[in-house]
């Protein structure tokens, strides 16, 4: 099992730039690949990046390809979102997952969510 643990969220203005962190401990958390989700109210989950652990190789959505950006730091077990020109449509709890299979195709390990509010 992986714990995850999210943080900087918080409520900006449309334009604004945040970063998220999510801190994995656990056995094998390292050998993981490691996700970025957000649902917003009435919506479903759905993915917005991943990285995978051991080779860094990195998959973004096409809703936030050139404005968001995953990285890993392997040292403090640490995967961060770094989100920019942010938009009101980016409003919404930002899960951190975990799963053994580089699509995520099953995600075993959530973090608790941290929301992000993006006011025009």
């Known amino acids: 099992q992986v714990q995850l643990v999210e943080s900087g969220g918080g409520l900006v203005q449309a334009g604004d730039s945040l970063r998220l962190s999510c801190a994995a401990s656990?056995?094998?958390?390292?050998?993981?690949?490691m996700g970025w989700f957000r649902q917003a109210p009435g919506k479903e989950r759905e993915i917005v990046a991943r990285?995978?652990?051991?080779?860094?190789?990195?998959y973004t959505a096409d809703s936030v390809k050139g404005r968001f950006t995953i990285s890993r730091d392997n040292a403090k077990n640490t995967v961060y979102l770094q989100m920019n020109r942010l938009k009101p449509e980016d409003t919404a709890v930002y899960y951190c997952?975990?799963?053994?299979?580089?699509?995520?195709?099953?995600?075993?390990?959530w973090g608790k969510g941290t929301l992000v509010t993006v006011s025009s």
């Open positions: 997952g975990a799963s053994p299979l580089v699509t995520m195709s099953v995600v075993t390990d």
């Open positions: 990285i995978a652990w051991s080779s860094g190789s990195t």
């Open positions: 656990g056995r094998s958390a390292n050998t993981y690949t």
